[in-house]
């Protein structure tokens, strides 16, 4: 009775209110998370660059740097690819090019353009009314109608690399026998033989491929003069520039390694390689000026001057090779840049020089001669055609270097000179 009077009363005096279940509510949502938690199957998971992990929808929600790097290094991968294949590729073209180049040379190169030429020559000579110089040229004329030359070709080694970085030869013309020297000093040589003159100097790089050739098989002895290196970076800091601080006897380790190896690539039959003889040098030299003294004439302006020759009175120190104008044979820097080693022995009178143009040097002999001036060379005297030094061979010294010469078989009075291949890469 009190339990309804209380009820009933309570029912009139206020308003009725349900009762909220919240712990029931609780447990039913604790319930529903967790089977959530366990039905929802899992996320991918990859770690990134800084070794944390993250989940694989994080860059697709918030973008990064990441994935453009990695495209773009992808695609500077195969864009390194192309170029290399595109270089490859030109390599081949300039080394076929070459080939046909050579062949075009020696296939115009025949008897009746030489005759042709040697005309043109006679006929300019006789126009400076020089009879004796005529007389010469019409015999040299007559003798080129029946015989086949390669004049002025040039030599390439087949297959070579730019690593490899050959030099270039260019096939000397046949004179026979012709003087040299000055009109007090002249002296007559014969030339039976015939040969090609290296293009330039020895550069670095060409050095350099020989240094760090494994079957280089020499190792050079004690300087003796000047202590001056090759591989300091002041002397071969410009792989284009020619080798200096090289003495006679590196050069002509130089010789040895690199007709070792390439006498045969050569297209020709060569019958040996190394150090021009002073002769074989001077006729170069001249390029076909066979009475001037310097490659200029006396009263040539001096930038004139250094655009043929690189010495002490033009701006700029060493040069590459080639970075002047070529003489009349296309030989670069045979007056200036860097003196330049022969493999003839030093004679203080030039009238002891042999009459053979080889002039093959004697390997006791302690002195060498050096030519050609350098580009520290201020004077006239130190710059013509006919000056002439000696120096000790074991001598490294910043101003001088060398050029190698290839002799070919054969010779001017039998009239076979080197055979014709059956291509520039055979």
């Known amino acids: 009775m009190k339990r309804f009077a209380r009820f009933g009363r309570s029912s009139v005096a206020t308003r009725w209110r349900p009762r909220i279940p919240w712990a029931a509510l609780l447990r039913w949502g604790l319930s529903l998370l967790l089977a959530l938690v366990i039905v929802a199957p899992s996320r991918p998971v990859r770690t990134t660059a800084n070794g944390a992990n993250m989940p694989s929808w994080v ?138 003159m290296a293009r330039t100097e020895v550069t670095v790089a060409q050095w350099r491929a020989f240094w760090n050739a494994p079957d280089r098989d020499y190792q050079p002895t004690g ?18 520039a020619p080798i200096r601080c090289v003495s006679a006897v590196d050069a002509e380790a130089y010789a040895r390694w690199f007709a070792k190896r390439y006498a045969n690539r050569l297209g020709v039959k060569v019958e040996s390689i190394g150090l021009p003889s002073e002769a074989e040098w001077e006729l170069s030299a001249r390029g076909g000026l066979y009475t001037e003294p310097y490659l200029w004439k006396k009263d040539l302006p001096l930038p004139e001057r250094c655009l043929q020759s690189q010495f002490g009175k033009c701006s700029g120190g060493i040069r590459s090779v080639a970075g002047r104008r070529p003489n009349g044979y296309g030989l670069y820097d045979m007056i200036g840049n860097v003196n330049e080693w022969l493999a003839s022995p030093w004679r203080e009178n030039r009238a002891a020089i042999p009459s053979d143009a080889r002039d093959v040097f004697s390997p006791t002999a302690s002195m060498r001669v050096v030519r050609g001036g350098s580009y520290a060379s201020m004077t006239d005297d130190g710059l013509s055609l006919i000056a002439r030094s000696g120096s000790v061979k074991q001598r490294r010294d910043p101003y001088i270097g060398f050029r190698l010469v290839v002799r070919l078989v054969g010779t001017v009075d039998a009239g076979t000179p080197a055979a014709k291949p059956a291509s520039a890469g055979a």
């Open 223 to 240: 300087m003796t003069i000047d202590p001056c290196r090759w591989d300091d970076p002041a002397m071969s800091g410009d792989e284009t």
């Open 59 to 196: 860059p697709a929600l918030l973008p990064t740097k990441e994935g453009e790097l990695q495209a773009q290094l992808l695609q500077t991968s195969a864009d390194i690819k192309t170029l290399k294949d595109s270089l490859s590729a030109k390599e081949v073209q300039l080394q076929e090019a070459r080939v046909h180049v050579q062949e075009a040379q020696r296939n115009a190169l025949d008897a009746g353009q030489r005759a042709m030429r040697l005309q043109a020559e006679l006929d300019a000579v006789r126009l400076l009314v020089d009879p004796k110089q005529a007389a010469a040229m019409e015999q040299r004329a007559a003798e080129a109608k029946n015989q086949p030359v390669y004049d002025l070709a040039e030599l390439y080694v087949s297959g070579c690399t730019s690593k490899e970085a050959c030099p270039t030869f260019i096939v000397i013309p046949r004179v026979g026998t012709v003087t040299l020297g000055s009109d007090r000093e002249a002296i007559s040589v014969s030339f039976r033989h015939r040969f090609a």
